[in-house]
């Protein structure tokens, strides 16, 4: 997925990836590995003991000032005003259309400073448009995302492999929560997420720092069955989960409330970006929206775009489709007309020019037990 005649760019993990035989695959720019052992392999390891993946390619951006929160406020569909320090939302960097140029994290550190975390193909895009919009404001908006390495633990292990490198007490940390702390002696931020639907940790660290920790969570990790995990796996897991994709699953022709994503959406909060288009639109009612699915047929996969029918005439279409791993089904997303959202409701996926039985199905496909 390069983009353009831009150079592949490496993250500080690279050679640690080649040397661990990773296949690298060139994706949103940057060059990753794919798989190291299989993505089977690694996706069965996340949901059973603990998988290790590089995410140093996301973007990181630093806004602080007087008027931080209430420019946030007017750029994101959810209430940044419910943060406190030390807590992350997921919420939505929206268009005037209500669609998304981005979902992200916003982790508050100070009562005046924040740290976004945005998609690596959008961070060009994204901090582009936190300029323009940070006209008007008492604002400072910094992409530091040169400087920082990114490492995700996720796994029932990810605890137990992650607290002898950290001083802290990581038990008490809840989930979107976070805390600046040392791990191997590196000065980090730890934060309880993930994008695979597992406990786990995202460690982010000066860039210059990624290869040492990279080298000592491994070696933490082998005796609990720690692997080393590639964007194959990411994918797989975060579908299970029902974690969108940017590109996929939203982009700026989806509205937050078509994706199924009210839940990031505060209308009550007062004015922001696109609000009005949303207010209008769940006054309305939505046309369509998006909703999970399983295919019966042994061997229907369904794919992004593939087409989804009804009585023989195209209805919506698939935005993502996989074999689930731990499930053991074909899944998928797909964005379905009104009406056709209730579970249970049945249609067909066009895969390799045969109609395949679907099903709508509650989601998330898969949910840890807490």
């Given at each position: ?33 794919v798989?190291?052992s299989?993505?089977l ?10 998988g ?15 008027e931080a929160?209430a ?47 945005v ?12 300029h323009?919009h ?46 600046q ?8 931020i ?20 990624g ?8 070696s933490?990790g082998?005796?609990h ?15 299970e ?24 959406c ?10 009005d ?10 046309k369509?929206?998006?909703v ?25 279409v ?14 998928g997303?797909?964005y ?10 049945r249609?067909?996926v066009?895969?390799r ?9 509650p ?8």
């Amino acid at each position: 997925m390069q983009t353009g005649d831009a150079p592949v760019r490496k993250t500080p993990l690279h050679a640690a990836h080649v040397a661990a035989g990773g296949r690298m695959v060139p994706f949103a720019g940057w060059e990753l590995p794919v798989q190291y052992s299989g993505t089977l392999d690694e996706h069965l390891a996340v949901r059973t003991r603990a998988g290790l993946f590089d995410v140093s390619h996301m973007g990181e951006v630093r806004v602080k000032g007087p008027e931080a929160l209430a420019y946030l406020q007017f750029v994101t569909c959810n209430d940044v005003s419910k943060l406190v320090p030390g807590r992350i939302q997921y919420t939505g960097l929206t268009t005037p259309e209500g669609t998304f140029v981005d979902d992200l994290l916003v982790y508050k550190l100070g009562e005046q400073e924040y740290f976004l975390v945005v998609n690596a193909g959008n961070t060009p895009k994204d901090v582009d448009w936190l300029h323009y919009h940070a006209k008007g404001f008492q604002v400072d908006v910094r992409d530091e995302s040169s400087q920082w390495a990114q490492l995700a633990i996720q796994g029932p292990k990810a605890v137990e492999i992650l607290q002898p490198l950290v001083r802290v007490d990581l038990a008490p940390l809840k989930y979107y929560g976070f805390l600046q702390a040392d791990v191997d002696g590196v000065p980090s931020i730890v934060s309880r997420t993930g994008y695979t639907g597992e406990d786990g940790f995202e460690v982010y660290a000066p860039a210059d720092a990624g290869p040492r920790l990279w080298d000592a969570i491994m070696s933490r990790g082998k005796e609990h069955g720690l692997l080393p995990c590639g964007l194959g796996a990411r994918d797989t897991l975060r579908l299970e989960a029902k974690m969108a994709l940017y590109g996929n699953d939203i982009d700026d022709t989806t509205t937050v409330l078509e994706a199924d994503l009210g839940w990031i959406c505060r209308l009550d909060k007062g004015d922001f970006l696109g609000r009005d288009v949303l207010v209008r639109q769940k006054a309305e009612g939505l046309k369509r929206k998006l909703v999970g699915f399983e295919t019966e047929g042994r061997g229907a996969i369904a794919r992004r775009g593939f087409r989804a029918l009804r009585d023989g005439e195209p209805v919506g279409v698939v935005t993502s489709g996989t074999f689930a791993p731990y499930l053991k089904k074909n899944i998928g997303l797909a964005y379905l007309p009104a009406g056709m959202w209730e579970a249970g409701t049945r249609f067909e996926v066009e895969i390799r020019n045969r109609l395949e039985s679907a099903v709508v199905v509650p989601t998330p496909f898969y949910r840890r037990a807490r």
